[in-house]
């Protein structure tokens, strides 16, 4: 058995003479032969138990999903809209964004203030989210007063009452964070890219301009809820320590009376379609580095293609073990963190792929992600990275479930996106039956590099040689 020891100079404390003193640290008393050179593999996923949803509609549309997890005496609740960022953009740019800030912010009968303090009163909590397909309240509290829950729940979506003093500050908010969002070379990359993929459609928009968030008006805000937030255009969610029946009765006590409206239609606009690859340089003089964004449309997330991208997204650059981060991060340094994802939405989706390099490896970068694009596409994946890949979703999943909003988002989005009912207690087994071919498949199908967009923000003085031979430009002046 071997030990470490180290030598060290002490000084005497009586007689302040400076002596040296052998000093065994024994840091690490186990033997030093046979160390482990490669990790343990994993174990295997566990099995997920599922609990029991139960689901029921109102007459007034409403569906309601019941889930009892009695693992803590708390309720969550999760009230989805199918209003969008983008909802009315054209006519209203932001409208839909600034109507789900203030949306919780008072009611008819409360207070923003007093909203705050009953809901604290029950151990409770709201916030409301708005992404490119829905405007969701997400609320809680203990599951001894659901029933409070509940008609705060309601109070907030059928009486919002947008206060002056609320809609000021949170368009003066809005407008200072556009602001500097826009000064960031990330969001500027993904702001075009949005636009690049999906055009004029409705996830082509991602923020307003300041300009349009100056109109917004208290009243307009009270219409736009009044016409879109509709039982009819949503879904809501409970999970927690529940018994169906009489969380349902609790729901319908809270919810029956409120009137049914049609939904607005949708905007459907034709997606863009490219015959060729085509680079969107946001140009920012004197950047010292490129932000650098590669993708493709990509189906909805209902399409039965979802899991197969999915998990191709991850050997590619999904995870931290992926193809691009062991190309160009860990092989030669361009990058510390490349990264992919494949977004699908409610009615279409995009793939991409990203970077920020230093100026001089512009060009090599984009070279090494359009190479790793390729490969995928013409050769199978190892039995390693898939059976990574498959470990890592699975379990993924697994810790997202655990907590009640882990398991309350996970099922909202069976609703949002119209998944089938049976999709989260299939998934693990539809991963564990993939094989190499189907994710060949699927980077041939939406690994596109040849008709892809391919985004860059930086200083196009300094790099412009290095993209020009990737495809046409269309410059953008920041």
């Known amino acids: 058995m071997r030990f470490r020891c180290r030598l060290s100079v002490l000084r005497c404390p009586t007689t302040g003479n400076r002596q040296l003193v052998t000093v065994f640290a024994i840091l690490v008393a186990l033997p030093l ?3 482990q050179k490669t990790p343990p593999p994993p174990a295997p996923p566990r099995q997920i138990h599922w609990p029991a949803i139960t689901e029921k509609k109102l007459d007034n549309g409403l569906t309601v999903v019941l889930v009892p997890l009695p693992n803590v005496p708390k309720i969550t609740a ?20 600034l109507a789900g800030r203030v949306l919780n912010e008072g009611t008819a009968s409360r207070t923003s203030l007093q909203l705050k303090e009953e809901l604290r009163a029950i151990g409770g909590a709201m916030s409301v989210g708005v ?43 809005f407008a200072q964070e556009i602001e500097e969002d826009r000064s960031q070379p990330d969001f500027l990359a993904s702001e075009q890219f949005e636009k690049a993929i ?3 459609h409705p996830y082509g928009f991602v ?12 009243e307009s805000l009270k219409e736009f809820a009044a016409s ?55 140009d920012r003089p004197g950047s010292v580095q ?47 963190s490349p990264f992919s994802t494949a977004d699908l939405r409610r009615r279409a989706g995009a793939f991409y792929a990203g970077a920020a390099v230093r100026n001089e490896v512009t060009g090599p970068t984009i070279l090494e992600m359009l190479y790793e694009l390729d490969r995928m596409r013409v050769l199978p994946v190892t039995k390693e990275e898939l059976d990574s890949a498959k470990t890592y979703s699975i379990g993924g999943l697994s810790l997202e479930i655990e907590s009640q909003a882990g398991l309350a988002n996970r099922i909202n989005t069976i609703y949002t996106y119209e998944l089938s009912h049976n999709f989260l207690e299939t998934f693990q087994e539809r991963v564990n039956a993939l094989g190499p071919a189907d994710i060949q498949k699927m980077a ?18 300094q790099v412009k040689d290095q993209v020009a031979p990737f495809g046409d430009v269309t410059l953008i002046k920041k």
Do not use: C
């Not at 203990?142 to 009452?161: I, P």
């Not at 968030?213 to 208290?218: F, G, L």
């Open 33 to 35: 032969f046979g160390e």
């Open 78 to 97: 999760e009230l989805t809209f199918l209003v969008g960022r983008g909802t009315a953009y054209r006519e209203h740019p932001g409208l839909a964004q």
């Open 131 to 173: 992404d490119d397909d829905a405007t969701t309240i997400s609320a809680s509290a203990l599951s001894e007063f659901s029933a409070k829950l509940m008609e705060l729940l309601s109070d907030v979506a059928q009486h919002a009452a947008y206060p002056k003093s609320e809609v000021d500050l949170a368009k003066t908010n």
């Open 198 to 200: 999906f055009g004029r």
């Open 207 to 218: 923020v307003p301009d300041p300009a349009a968030i100056a109109k917004v008006t208290r």
């Open 228 to 282: 879109h937030y509709s039982p009819a255009n949503a879904h809501l969610i409970l999970v927690g320590d529940l018994q169906p029946d009489p969380m349902f009765d609790e729901a319908r006590k809270a919810f029956g009376d409120w009137k049914r409206i049609p939904a607005p239609p949708l905007e459907s606009p034709a997606l863009p379609k490219r015959e060729k690859r085509q680079i969107y340089f946001v």
């Open 290 to 336: 490129s932000t650098i964004l590669i993708g493709d449309l990509a189906p909805p997330r209902k399409s039965a293609d979802y899991i197969p991208l999915r998990t191709a997204n991850m050997i590619y650059g999904g995870a931290f073990y992926s193809r691009i981060t062991k190309n160009i991060r860990e092989d030669k340094g361009y990058t510390y």
């Open 444 to 461: 041939a199908k939406y690994f596109d590099t040849y008709r892809a967009a391919v985004v860059i923000v930086g200083d196009y003085a």
